[in-house]
């Protein structure tokens, strides 16, 4: 790859930090378009729902949610090849395969109203969830496997591990507390993920040094 393209690449990681902040912000703000909401007690998801009140204020202020996020992740995935490990490559590819599942899937197959109304939209919404939960386990857990071993790369395998606490404080919060507290740990599940894209951005922007890479140059 040429170097100009190698340097474009790695600055463009900056759209993963700028995904989290388009979600973040509509997360802060559509509430206002959407009467009686309870953010401790509602899902993130509400807000996006067909018959939502503030759905069209969301996607206005999220509109650069998932395409900076998508954009960063398949970069992410260019410039790994042939760097780092096959572990490490295989935890990005894994986690950007769950974006992509989960830009798609929800887009299609949005809530039709605050809850779950059942019908088939519905349900396949609760299958896409259900994808983009096994699919974020399985690659943090790569990342974390692979970033420690041999101490390849541990910064992020830490950041991957805090994510994947926050995912598991999430789902564990759902079925625990009290239903006046879902939308709070929700949010962790939620913004594991989100958080996490931001991470990959940063991470593509200053290369994703690593101790193999490192060898490798020593040796060339």
């Known amino acids: 790859m040429k170097p100009a393209a190698t340097t474009l690449i790695r600055r463009l990681g900056i759209l993963g930090l700028i995904s989290m902040l388009s979600y973040t912000a509509a997360v802060i703000f559509a ?12 899902a993130v998801s509400d807000l996006s729902a067909v018959s ?9 202020i999220a509109s ?29 590819y894994l986690f950007t395969l ?17 809850g779950y109304a059942g019908g088939f939209q519905n349900v396949m919404h609760v299958v896409v969830t259900a994808a983009v939960v096994l699919l974020s386990i399985m690659s943090l857990v790569l990342l974390i496997a692979g970033g420690f071993r041999r101490h390849t790369l541990p910064s992020l395998a830490v950041w991957a591990c805090i994510a994947l606490g926050l995912m598991f404080a999430g789902s564990i919060g759902i079925g625990a507390a009290p239903k006046a507290f879902f939308g709070v740990f929700e949010r962790f599940s939620v913004f594991s993920a989100v958080g996490f894209t ?23």
């Open 52 to 60: 939502s009140p503030s759905r069209e204020l969301w996607n206005q």
């Open 98 to 114: 769950m974006s992509w599942v989960s830009a798609v899937g929800y887009t299609c197959f949005p809530l039709t109203e605050s």
């Open 64 to 92: 650069l949610y998932n395409v900076c996020g998508l954009v960063a992740l398949t970069l992410c995935c260019v410039f790994v090849q042939g760097k780092l490990t096959r572990t490490l490559r295989l935890g990005i």
């Open 198 to 220: 931001a991470v990959l951005g940063i991470y593509l922007m200053k290369g994703f040094p690593s101790r193999v890479d490192a060898e490798v140059s020593a040796q060339a």
């Open 31 to 42: 509430p206002a378009a959407y009467p009686g909401y309870n953010w401790m007690g509602q």
